[in-house]
């Protein structure tokens, strides 16, 4: 998959996830400074998944895999919506210069088609090394 948007085609977007990851950055902070269940509660809280989906976004405007962003051990069902990241793709994706808005909604279907293909064949791939390695712990 080529890089189908330049880094400063998606400025909004890094700035939107650097903005995210501070202020998930200070909720654990201050989650830190509790103690007992309450600080277990606060940093569960202070977990972000909207930040997840605009990393993700960000690496499908800019032509990367699933496979490149993510970890092979990711757990499958934790793994974000693909709703979720494709909005995100929608929102901050922009037309360029001279582009007619046909053209700017062709490009961008054609690199959410592909992330979306790319997403699910990721997905199954990760249930199925899941799957087989729980196999190998049972017959273990």
């Given at each position: 998959?080529?890089?189908?948007?330049?880094?400063?085609?998606?400025?909004?977007?890094?700035?939107?996830?650097?903005?995210?990851?501070?202020?998930?950055?200070?909720?654990?902070?201050?989650?830190?400074?509790?103690?007992?269940?309450?600080?277990?509660?606060?940093?569960?809280?202070?977990?972000?998944?909207?930040?997840?989906?605009?990393?993700?976004?960000?690496?499908?405007?800019?032509?990367?895999?699933?496979?490149?962003?993510?970890?092979?051990?990711?757990?499958?069902?934790?793994?974000?919506?693909?709703s979720?990241?494709?909005?995100?793709?929608?929102a901050?994706?922009?037309?360029?210069?001279g582009?007619?808005?046909?053209?700017?909604?062709?490009?961008?279907?054609?690199?959410?088609?592909?992330?979306?293909?790319?997403?699910?064949?990721?997905?199954?791939?990760?249930?199925?090394?899941?799957?087989?390695?729980?196999?190998?712990?049972?017959?273990?």
């Open positions: 998959m080529s890089k189908p948007y330049t880094r400063h085609e998606l400025s909004k977007l890094r700035e939107s996830i650097k903005n995210n990851a501070d202020d998930t950055r200070v909720d654990r902070q201050e989650a830190r400074e509790l103690s007992g269940p309450a600080r277990h509660n606060a940093l569960e809280g202070a977990k972000n998944p909207e930040t997840r989906e605009l990393l993700l976004a960000y690496g499908i405007l800019r032509g990367r895999t699933f496979s490149q962003m993510e970890s092979e051990h990711s757990d499958p069902s934790n793994l974000p919506e693909w979720g990241i494709a909005s995100y793709c929608r901050y994706a922009v037309g360029r210069e582009e007619s808005s046909e053209e700017y909604k062709a490009r961008l279907d054609a690199v959410l088609e592909a992330a979306e293909a790319d997403y699910k064949a990721w997905k199954r791939s990760l249930t199925q090394s899941r799957l087989l390695r729980e196999a190998q712990r049972r017959a273990a």
